[in-house]
C-alpha cells in the first residue's frame, strides 16, 4: 500500500477531521440532553448546584478531551464576589474531622486552598459541615455530596439503562450509552470566577509577541473556573479563555487550526488511540498555544508541511521530557500525574513518524 507524505496527509486526514467533528458533535448532541435532565433534577435535590444548560450551539460547559472522553463542569450555585486570599495559615483538620500534628501540603501549580469567607457572598449552606472545615470549602466534601446527588438522579430520571456510574476514582465520572458508542464523562462542580483574572496565573510573558495585547485583555476578562481535584485542593482551569484562544487562531489567514487538527486525528487514529489517552485533546491544545506564542507571524504558519512538522516535533519533545507547561500557570507540569510508561510509548511512535514523516491510508 502506498503511503502518504506530510503534503498528502493534509488532504487525507482533513477529511476524516470533518467525519470526526460530525460524530463529535452528534455525541455531544446526546450528551448534553442527559446532562441537562441529570443536573436539573441535582439542582433540585441541591441549589449548591446548578442545571448544565443545554445548547444548541457551541456548550461551553462540556469539553471533549477525546471522542469517547468529556469533561463536564458543572456550576457551583451561591458563591459570588470572590477575592484572592490574602493571610496564609496553617490547615491541621482531616476529612474525618480528626486533629494533626503537623499542618496539610500547601497547595502548588495549578492548585489552591478555597475558603468562603473569599467571597463576599455565600448561601450558608456553604458554611454547613457536609462541605466545611474550619472556614474551607474542601473539594473532596464536595465530591461526596455530589456523587450521591449523581446517583439519585440516575434513579430518579431512570436512565439506569443508559448512564451508569464508574467507580474506584477520585472524581465523579459516567457512562452515557450513545447511538454510535460509549461516552465517559467526569462531572466536575466547578466555581466560576468571573472577570477575575487569577493570581497565579502570570500571563502574558514579557515581550510576548502572540496573542495581541487587545486580545490578551479579552481572554482575561472571562476569569477563570475552580474545580475539585484533590481531598484538599482546588484546581485552577481557563476552559472559557483557553476556547477563545482557539476560536481566533487564524485571523491572518495562517494554518494554525488545520496543523492542530490534523496533528489530533493523528494522535487519536496513530499514536495515542483508546478510550482512555495519556495524551488529550488539551495537552495538544498547550502545545499549540506554545508554538503559536514562540512563532507568532504569518509567514511562520503559512506553508502546511513545515508548520505542522514544526508542531509535532515540539509535542514529541514535551512527551519525551515529560513536561508540559500549563500555558497560563508557568509552574505547573501537565505530565506530572501521568504514567510515564505510556508517555515513552507515545514518544517513540512520534519519533518513528517524524524520522519518516508518513502514513499509510486508511
Known amino acids: 500500500m502506498k503511503s502518504l507524505t506530510v503534503g498528502g496527509l493534509e488532504d487525507c486526514l482533513l477529511n476524516k477531521v470533518d467525519l470526526r467533528r460530525q460524530q463529535i458533535s452528534q455525541a455531544v448532541e446526546e450528551v448534553q440532553k442527559v446532562v441537562h435532565h441529570l443536573t436539573t433534577n441535582i439542582s433540585n435535590q441541591d441549589i449548591r448546584f446548578q442545571t448544565v444548560p443545554y445548547s444548541d450551539t457551541y456548550n461551553e460547559n462540556i469539553k471533549v478531551l477525546a471522542p469517547s472522553q468529556f469533561l463536564v463542569t458543572v456550576p457551583i450555585k451561591g458563591l459570588a464576589g ?52 474550619d472556614g474551607d470549602i474542601v473539594p473532596a466534601k464536595v465530591l461526596l455530596v455530589f456523587r450521591k446527588l449523581v446517583e439519585n438522579a440516575i434513579r430518579t430520571c431512570h436512565l439506569s439503562g443508559k ?23 467526569e462531572l466536575a462542580p466547578a466555581v466560576e470566577i ?69 496533528m489530533r486525528q493523528l494522535k487519536e487514529d496513530v499514536w495515542c488511540p483508546g478510550n482512555r489517552p495519556v495524551i488529550t485533546s488539551h495537552h495538544l491544545q498547550t502545545v499549540l498555544f506554545w508554538t503559536c506564542e514562540k512563532y507568532p507571524h504569518f509567514k511562520d504558519w503559512k506553508f502546511f508541511s513545515k508548520a505542522f512538522l514544526r508542531l509535532v516535533r515540539k509535542l514529541h519533545k514535551c512527551v519525551s ?42
Open 82 to 133: 470572590y477575592r484572592e486570599a490574602r493571610e496564609q495559615r496553617w490547615r491541621y483538620y482531616t476529612l474525618q474531622g480528626t486533629r494533626l500534628p503537623c499542618p496539610l501540603r500547601d497547595p502548588e501549580g495549578l492548585q489552591q486552598w478555597l475558603e468562603v469567607e473569599q467571597f463576599m457572598k455565600s448561601l450558608w449552606q456553604w458554611h454547613e459541615t457536609d462541605v466545611n472545615i
Open 163 to 185: 448512564v451508569s456510574m464508574l467507580g474506584n476514582r477520585s472524581a465523579v465520572w459516567i457512562a452515557v450509552e450513545t447511538s454510535a458508542y460509549q461516552v465517559e464523562l
Open 194 to 262: 468571573p472577570t477575575t483574572w487569577s493570581e497565579k496565573a502570570r500571563w502574558p510573558r514579557c515581550l510576548q509577541r502572540w496573542p495581541s495585547q487587545e486580545r490578551v485583555e479579552c481572554i482575561k476578562s472571562f476569569g477563570f473556573n475552580l474545580l475539585p481535584c484533590s481531598n484538599y485542593h482546588w484546581q485552577l482551569s481557563f476552559l472559557r479563555a483557553e476556547q477563545v484562544l482557539l476560536e481566533q487562531l487564524d485571523e491572518d489567514g495562517g494554518c494554525r487550526r488545520k496543523c492542530f487538527q490534523v
Open 321 to 362: 521530557q515529560h513536561f508540559l507547561k500549563h500555558y497560563f500557570v508557568r509552574n505547573s507540569n501537565l505530565f506530572q500525574c501521568t504514567n510515564p510508561i505510556e508517555l515513552d510509548a507515545v514518544a517513540q511512535k512520534l519519533a518513528t513518524f517524524l524520522k519518516k514523516p508518513q502514513i499509510s491510508p486508511p
